[in-house]
């Protein structure tokens, strides 16, 4: 009995084995695959961020050209008015009572500008407007718009386009786009915070800077100097300076620094080596002992204290 419970157990100890190395066979075979895998992903991640980097661009000069189409219909407007005030002041003491047309006075005036702001104004013009109960205000235009303004002062209009812009009674814009497209500004905070289909979010600050949030977790901040930071989801971060400077740091604290001259540094706990251009290779440890290799073979050796301990040549 007691062999047989010998022979059980040994059973036992070579089928744990084989499993154990059916797992590191599994594992090595899937390093290989991940490792392909994962270099085809970052890839895609990379062509990505251009894509996304060109719809913001692309974004950014259309909501400014909008923008300043919006100024120069308010500006149109308050020249209409004035336009519009002035000629009712010359009619009503060039003209007898009664025999006063405001209507044939705009529209046949001779001026170019006040001929382009009355076509403005027939299509700006309400073709019908209904009032609810609740203080609601919907206004239809000529030109296919709807303009519906609450009692509290928020205005929402519904563009021929399908565009939606919400403003609210405390300053701040909400504009959907036909496409998915949401573009909202933070009056207070003087910020715009813009929410693409394909996920990717884009925070623009008043000093310039501007932090791109992508589906994948990877923050990507851009700085009013130039400077770019990249947080990655896995923990890693890259900054890229103006000067060309690359600083990465892994998941593990370990920095790597490439200057743009071509020579690099790495930071660990254990200490700091600098590689430069002929090879020549220096480590600093933590303990203060200097070890500097030079590319025809020479080693040198500093103590703590800087004294020289080794020069091999």
């Not at 977790?217 to 989801?233: A, N, Q, W, Y």
Request: proline share 2%; net charge positive; glycine share 6%.
């Amino acid at each position: 009995m007691l062999h047989h419970q010998q022979s059980s157990d040994t059973c036992l100890l070579l089928k744990k084995s084989l499993q154990n190395l059916h797992k590191k066979t599994v594992l090595f075979v899937l390093s290989d695959q991940g490792k392909d895998l994962r270099q085809q992903i970052s890839s895609l991640k990379q062509k990505l961020m251009v894509r996304e980097s060109h719809w913001s661009q692309a974004h950014s000069l259309l909501q400014s050209r909008v923008e300043a189409l919006t100024r120069e219909n308010q500006e149109l407007h308050s020249r209409l008015n004035v336009n519009k005030r002035s000629h009712q002041s010359a009619g009503s003491s060039a003209l007898q009572p009664g025999s006063y047309n405001t209507r044939s006075l705009f529209y046949h005036h001779t001026d170019c500008n006040d001929t382009q702001m009355a076509s403005q104004a027939r299509k700006d013009k309400v073709q019908e407007e209904t009032r609810y109960s609740d203080g609601r205000v919907e206004r239809l235009f000529w030109n296919g718009c709807r303009v519906i303004t609450f009692r509290n002062g928020t205005k929402k209009e519904i563009g021929v386009d399908k565009s939606v812009t919400v403003t609210f009674f405390n300053g701040d814009v909400k504009r959907t786009l036909a496409d998915g497209t949401v573009i909202y500004y933070h009056c207070d905070a003087q910020t715009t915070h813009s929410t693409y289909p394909s996920g990717l979010e884009v925070v623009q600050f008043p000093n310039n800077q501007r932090e791109k949030h992508h589906p994948d977790g990877t923050r990507e901040i851009s700085f009013p100097d130039g400077t770019v930071k990249i947080l990655h989801s896995d923990g890693r971060e890259e900054s890229i300076f103006p000067d060309g400077t690359v600083v990465k740091i892994s998941q593990h604290g370990e920095k790597v620094v490439e200057f743009a001259n071509g020579q690099r540094e790495i930071h660990t706990s254990q200490y700091k080596r600098r590689m430069y251009l002929d090879g020549t290779v220096k480590t600093v440890y933590t303990n203060g002992r200097q070890e500097t290799k030079f590319s025809s073979g020479r080693v040198c050796i500093k103590n703590n204290e800087g004294i020289i301990i080794m020069d091999k040549r």
